[in-house]
């Protein structure tokens, strides 16, 4: 049984930072992608980061380009979120996802999600 489970999540004030942690337990590689999403209230699950598992290589929403890395540790079976120079705007519940074959953007396309982990950002 695939479990994701995210932690790092909290409040910070506008600019800071935060690290989120996803720990992957039962995992076999079933796509290419690994992704970091975001919720707020009344709106729709959007990308925010995504990492090609095999190559590193990783992509990023026009929204957190430049602020936001995504990382993995595989020896550990853990993805990571650094968000920094936090906004209001990125105030949301994040979700890691697994299994996406191809549109690492489209939350359709993950099989395996985590429970979310809150973050709120404070002006």
């Known amino acids: 049984q695939v479990q994701l489970v995210e932690s790092g999540g909290g409040q910070v004030q506008a600019g800071g930072s935060l690290r989120l942690s996803c720990a992957a337990s039962?995992?076999?590689?079933?796509?290419?992608?690994m992704g970091w999403f975001r919720q707020a209230p009344g709106k729709e699950r959007e990308g925010v980061a995504a990492?090609?598992?095999?190559?590193?290589?990783?992509y990023y929403s026009d929204s957190v380009k430049g602020r936001f890395t995504i990382s993995q540790d595989n020896a550990k079976n853990t993805l990571y979120l650094q968000m920094n120079s936090l906004k209001p705007e990125d105030t949301a519940m994040y979700y890691c996802a697994a299994g996406a074959r191809l549109l690492p953007f489209t939350p359709g396309r993950y099989g395996y999600w985590g429970q979310g982990t809150q973050v709120t950002v404070s002006s």
């Open positions: 990492i090609r598992t095999a190559t590193g290589s990783t």
């Open positions: 039962g995992y076999t590689y079933e796509g290419n992608y």
